[in-house]
């Protein structure tokens, strides 16, 4: 099957063709803010650097975020036009599953913590022990306090927030935690786990959401803290 995958959930445009799960092309580029200016472009460049039309195109797996408002947003909006014309099968990938494929080996629980703005963080806790990333929250918008004071096993922190509240970190025997690891989703992981998903079920893509969190934008409530 040829996918085409995307991400664009922060700054970093990520775009991935696949054959199942084999990478063909991919795209990984610092664009700042310039989403909507370069999406579709460099959709059409990846895919047709390897010969592909849209047409033939059987699946798109986009992150969901959370992240940018804008950035997801464009990238959800971008994937529900496409399947509109073009009838392809759509899957959406919540992109913190997609971030914890960064982790480095070795970390049995691992846990994206990002920099949501306002005092607050995106954060969910994996366990990797089993050789594949299994999700053991919920996907958390929380402060730091409130995600360190519910740990109750070490567990090893990575994204933006980990400079912006290191001293708060440093404070916390159950966070462990790196800061010079390049954590930005890539498209190539949402591809994989959105080819996995696709073999059992697949989105509507009229449904399709971003995956926001804040209750203010979509009435989506916090639920639990952090293990």
């Known amino acids: 099957m040829k996918i085409l995958a995307l991400d664009t959930s922060t700054k970093f445009l990520s775009i991935a063709c696949l054959e199942d799960d084999s990478v063909k092309a991919a795209f990984h580029e610092d664009v700042g803010i310039r989403h909507s200016e370069v999406l579709i472009d460099a959709l059409r460049e990846t895919s047709g650097s390897?010969?592909?039309?849209?047409?033939?195109?059987?699946?798109?797996?986009?992150?969901?975020?959370?992240?940018?408002?804008?950035?997801?947003?464009?990238?959800?909006?971008?994937?529900?036009?496409?399947?509109?014309?073009?009838?392809?099968?759509?899957?959406?990938?919540?992109?913190?599953?997609?971030?914890?494929?960064?982790?480095?080996?070795?970390?049995?629980?691992?846990?994206?913590f990002l920099d949501a703005r306002k005092g607050k963080v995106y954060a969910c806790v994996y366990d990797r022990s089993g050789g594949e990333a299994r999700r053991i929250t919920d996907y958390l918008l929380t402060t730091v306090d409130e995600f360190l004071d519910g740990l109750k096993e070490k567990v090893f922190l990575f994204g933006d927030a980990v400079t912006k509240y290191k001293e708060k970190l440093d404070n916390c025997s159950l966070a462990e935690y790196a800061e010079n690891i390049d954590w930005y989703p890539r498209a190539a992981h949402i591809g994989r786990i959105g080819f996995r998903k696709a073999l059992t079920a697949t989105d509507d893509p009229e449904a399709l959401e971003p995956l926001y969190l804040h209750a203010k934008e979509c009435q989506i409530q916090k639920r639990g803290k952090a293990v």
């Open 50 to 112: 390897l010969g592909w039309s849209m047409g033939e195109i059987g699946l798109i797996c986009t992150g969901l975020g959370p992240g940018s408002f804008t950035g997801v947003r464009i990238g959800v909006a971008t994937v529900k036009g496409l399947a509109a014309v073009l009838r392809n099968k759509v899957v959406g990938v919540p992109s913190m599953d997609a971030i914890v494929m960064e982790a480095p080996p070795g970390r049995e629980l691992a846990a994206p």
